[in-house]
């Protein structure tokens, strides 16, 4: 790590000094202004590996997992051969060089490029740069925080596009038998399968703001929202309401999804009536799944559940709770069932509704697959049309219902 703080921070120095001489040269205010920005990128980028060196300056070496200890005396460690081929994205030095490539189109040093590539099936050359994995795991810690509220529910997987997975049905029947029969010899159930196609999928980033964005932190910060904020959203759309052409199937589009039952609004708002036409009707075997409902649709229909008297009985009858104002997490429970709160772009609430509209979903999460085989990759081109340059943050993506058994759609009367 020293090596390479040391390393990067020799380079940072010519490049300063590179900057400094043609900015002072040239007479272009807008080139000042471009290599101004650079070169306060890497000033401050210069102090942060100098903390950085401080930090192992006032650290006691210790070893990483798995090392083994070669002289005592000198305590150096050699750590597993794992660790030591290739670069790592998470490395500092990849990090300033992603950064560089977001911000300035800067390509990414053919050194890193030639090892990342020894140890991933992926060229860089082929996908731009790999965004490094500080930024995908501030990507993932976000789902819980702004959109994603289906999204983080749903089984994910990582396989090749094309793989098909089986689906098995594991069921035998018992049998009474004596001393003149025998049990028939039982097979296991047909086997299924679900595909995964390799959607791509692709957000756009607005290049010249993030540039304005002087400090590796602050950088890596701000690009997780804009990827987390983007894709979440556009996963929980297509978790529900995914075309499934070049793009992943959603529930509503899925026609292997046939259990349903119709709520008049009435009935909406009758206890009763979702005992005995919704919850009557589950197997034992999925009665604990969850629901999933536009907020506006709660607060009209289900939080207004009333005695002949008018007199609340949401909460007694259906143990109705709601977080509707958990900007984090908006959720709730209904006959201690999670629901999970949506906005009406995702499912369509009530009163805005056609006849025949699904306004609801009841569903076991684990049924529904995401299939992330890629990881993101920024890309980098000159758009002719608008004279300017486009970074785009592209992944490989594809979701389906695999037992359409345990989800229903919930539809307007």
């Not at 990849?94 to 390509?107: D, I, K, L, M, N």
Request: charged share 20%; net charge negative; with cysteine.
């Amino acid at each position: 790590m020293r090596k390479l703080l040391e390393k990067r921070l020799a380079a940072i120095a010519a490049q300063i000094t590179d900057i400094t001489a043609r900015a002072e040269a040239s007479n272009d205010a807008a080139e000042v202004r471009d290599l101004t920005g650079k070169l306060a990128a890497l000033k401050s980028e210069e102090q942060e590996i100098r903390a950085a060196l401080a930090n192992l300056d006032s650290e006691p070496q210790t070893p990483p997992a798995n090392a083994t200890l070669v002289n005592a005396g000198a305590q150096s460690f050699t750590a597993p051969s794992a660790q030591r081929g290739g670069v790592n994205t998470e490395s500092l030095e990849y990090r300033e060089a992603f950064r560089a490539y977001v911000c300035h189109g800067t390509p990414i040093p053919a050194e890193l490029r030639a090892e990342l590539r020894a140890g991933n099936a992926n060229s860089t050359a082929d996908t731009g740069a790999a965004i490094p994995m500080t930024v995908m795991n501030e990507v993932i810690n976000t789902v819980r925080k702004r959109y994603g509220n289906i999204y983080s529910k749903v089984k994910k997987t990582s396989v090749p596009g094309g793989v098909k997975i089986p689906i098995g049905s594991l069921q035998a029947s018992f049998r009474w038998i004596n001393e003149s029969t025998v049990s028939p010899r039982q097979k296991v159930g047909p086997l299924g399968n679900v595909m995964f196609a390799a959607n791509v999928g692709e957000i756009r980033i607005a290049t010249t703001w993030l540039a304005n964005i002087l400090t590796l932190s602050a950088f890596e910060a701000k690009l997780s929202e804009i990827i987390a904020v983007a894709y979440l959203q556009a996963m929980d759309e297509a978790i529900v309401a995914g075309s499934g052409d070049g793009a992943p199937l959603g529930i509503l589009n899925d026609a292997r999804v046939t259990n349903n039952v119709t709520m008049t609004a009435a009935k909406m708002n009758n206890w009763k009536n979702w005992r005995t036409d919704f919850f009557a009707k589950l197997p034992l075997g999925y009665r604990a799944g969850e629901f999933i409902f536009a907020s506006s649709t709660v607060e009209s229909y289900l939080q207004t559940m009333s005695d002949d008297n008018n007199n609340p009985v949401f909460y007694q009858a259906t143990g109705l709770v709601v977080e509707d104002g958990d900007a984090a997490e908006p959720r709730g429970r209904f006959f201690g069932r999670e629901i999970s709160l949506v906005e009406p772009d995702i499912l369509p609430d009530f009163d805005t509704a056609s006849a025949g509209d699904v306004i609801g979903i009841y569903w076991q999460p684990e049924e529904y697959m995401i299939n992330e085989n890629f990881g993101f990759a920024i890309r980098r081109y000159f758009d002719e049309e608008t004279n300017e340059w486009v970074d785009k943050a592209l992944t490989v993506v594809d979701g389906k219902v695999v037992n359409p058994a345990g989800i229903w759609l919930i539809k307007k009367g």
